[in-house]
């Protein structure tokens, strides 16, 4: 079974710009889950995706938004970068609501703002 | 609030010594508890896990059993190797909602 793959894997951007980065979810799994990582530290929540809707939002504003498709895959978008973005995006599946199933991360996306 | 507090690091051993990382929760209701590991340049990596009062998740050596009259769920390796080396994190969930980290702890596994 394939893993969660996520794009790309480096990015460099200018404050104020805005950004897309994408992650496909492990077959069979209908939960996405984004978390922002800064460096030495433990993954924030940002939100999560179940079935393509918002299905909780950690204290992130109103320009972190997202995405979840058909196909399960997903978007996190961020608006009106700021240099405290810059940080490591990581995308989690899972296969459903039920606490007992974990999660499968992907690789993550190095977003760095200049 | 939901949250995971972990000994704070850098955990420096020596190889083969005695590992343990503790991991202690604040939560109401009844989580379910993980370990992750994260290697340089890497995303996060399931360790174990155990879902109920007093089950042991155990994986690759490792082995953490959820205390509940102590809300701990404490990391342990016997006999650590290099390999080890890495930042731990310990995480909870419950039904319906996302999953909550620790802040991590850097494991350094000297020859």
């Known amino acids: 079974e394939t893993g969660v793959t996520q794009s790309p894997t480096h990015l460099i951007k200018t404050r104020g710009q805005q950004v897309t980065l994408r992650c496909s979810s492990q077959?069979?799994?209908?939960?996405v889950s984004w978390y922002q990582q800064a460096l030495g530290q433990g993954p924030q929540f940002i939100f999560q995706?179940?079935?393509?809707?918002?299905?909780g939002r950690g204290n992130f504003p109103p320009r972190f938004s997202g995405l979840q498709f058909p196909n399960y895959s997903s978007e996190l978008n961020v608006n009106a970068l700021e240099l405290d973005d810059s940080a490591l995006y990581l995308c989690?599946?899972?296969?459903?609501?039920?606490?007992?199933?974990?999660?499968?991360f992907g690789s993550g996306t190095r977003l760095t703002v200049v | 609030g939901n949250s995971v507090t972990q000994m704070e690091g850098p955990v420096t051993l020596s190889e083969e010594a005695f590992l343990t990382i503790n991991c202690t929760y604040t939560?109401?209701?009844?989580?379910?508890l993980f370990w992750y590991v994260q290697y340089p340049g890497e995303g996060l990596q399931l360790l174990l896990k155990?879902?109920?009062?007093?089950d042991k998740g155990s994986n690759k050596g490792f082995e953490a059993t959820y205390r509940k009259e102590t809300t701990s769920f404490h990391l342990e390796k016997g006999s650590v190797q290099v390999s080890d080396s890495a930042v731990y994190f310990c995480a909870l969930r419950y039904n319906n909602n996302d999953m909550r980290f620790g802040a991590g702890t850097r494991l350094t596994v000297k020859p």
């Open positions: 155990a879902t109920k009062a007093d």
């Open positions: 939560a109401t209701g009844y989580p379910s």
């Open positions: 077959s069979g799994h209908n939960t």
């Open positions: 989690a599946s899972s296969q459903g609501q039920n606490r007992d199933y974990g999660y499968t």
């Open positions: 995706y179940y079935r393509e809707e918002e299905n």
